[in-house]
């Protein structure tokens, strides 16, 4: 009635050989997500640093440069190239999001380096999402 299955099942068994199938570990899963999550956050500094240059936000998109390559194993992010898109306070409000994304996922790895990063960026985004807002 059934036909017999001719090919070697896609899902691992407990019982059978250990699957050849690529797996990561968490280390690698959370360095991953943190590079992305940096590598965000170093495209809306770049946006800002578009709309109002400052040393502080070029000194950060250099920062945040070095912990995505360090994370990416020496692969440079790509840069989009300076240009004013959107209001700089709601690009504000998304880089504090996205730093505090990026600060999680930095303390879930213990990652010192980044973890601080993370947190100088939303305290500066917070800071300047208050002024942009008070103004």
């Known amino acids: 009635m ?13 019982a059978g050989p250990p699957s050849d199938f690529p797996h990561r570990t968490r280390e ?13 956050l170093l495209a809306v500094t770049d946006e800002l640093r578009a709309l109002t240059p ?15 390559t360090r994370l990416r194993g020496g692969r440079t992010p790509v ?12 690009l504000h409000e998304r880089a504090h999001a996205v ?12 990652d ?6 993370a947190a100088e960026r939303m305290d500066a985004h917070a800071a300047a999402t208050e002024l942009t807002t008070a103004g």
Do not use: F, N
């Open 28 to 40: 690698e899963e959370l360095d991953i997500q943190l590079a992305g999550h940096l590598a965000a």
């Open 112 to 117: 010192t380096a980044a973890a601080i990063l």
């Open 99 to 110: 730093a505090g994304r990026a600060l999680l996922v930095a303390a879930s790895r213990a």
């Open 79 to 90: 840069r989009a190239p300076l240009t004013a898109g959107r209001e700089p306070a709601a």
């Open 54 to 68: 400052s040393t502080d936000l070029d000194a950060a998109a250099t920062r945040l440069a070095e912990q995505v």
């Open 2 to 14: 059934y036909e017999p299955i001719r090919t070697k099942s896609v899902h691992s068994t407990m």
